[in-house]
Nanobody
Framework: DVQLVESGGGVVQEGESLRLSCTAS??????????MAWFRQVPGAEREWISC????????NYADSVRGRFTVSRDMEKNTLFLQMNTLKPNDTAMYYC????????????????WGRGTQVTVSS
């Protein structure tokens, strides 16, 4: 069974930075034909895709809401996904989730195969 464990969330002031991590268990998951993604969700709203990265070639995509402020990366040896979040704003406050999906599928909630449990990010003004 694949497990994704996020960490790095917390409470910060507007304009500060955080770095989220997501470590995937090695078990039966092959990353060759997969991408990993970050989503976020606030209570009462749908889970929003914000970034994804193709695991073997590193191609990245970002939602408009975070482009230029957030950077996704991965450590292939450690099966770990990162999200560097800079210039945080109060409306970035959400539960952040990492996910695994097929490489050639659009980065979308509907294509996710595995979810982490999330890590809370709170940005105060």
């Amino acid at each position: 069974d694949v497990q994704l464990v996020e960490s790095g969330g917390g409470v910060v002031q507007e304009g500060e930075s955080l770095r989220l991590s997501c470590t995937a268990s090695e078990s039966e998951l092959s990353f060759t034909w997969r991408a990993m993604a970050w989503f976020r969700q606030v209570p009462g709203a749908e889970r929003e895709w914000i970034s994804c990265i193709s695991w073997n070639d590193g191609i990245k995509n970002y939602a408009d809401s975070v482009r230029g402020r957030f950077t996704v990366s991965r450590d292939m040896e450690k099966n770990t996904l990162f999200l560097q979040m800079n210039t945080l704003k109060p409306n970035d406050t959400a539960m952040y989730y990492c996910a695994v999906q097929p490489k050639y599928a659009p980065c979308s909630r509907s294509n996710v195969e595995y979810w982490g449990r999330g890590t809370q990010v709170t940005v105060s003004s």
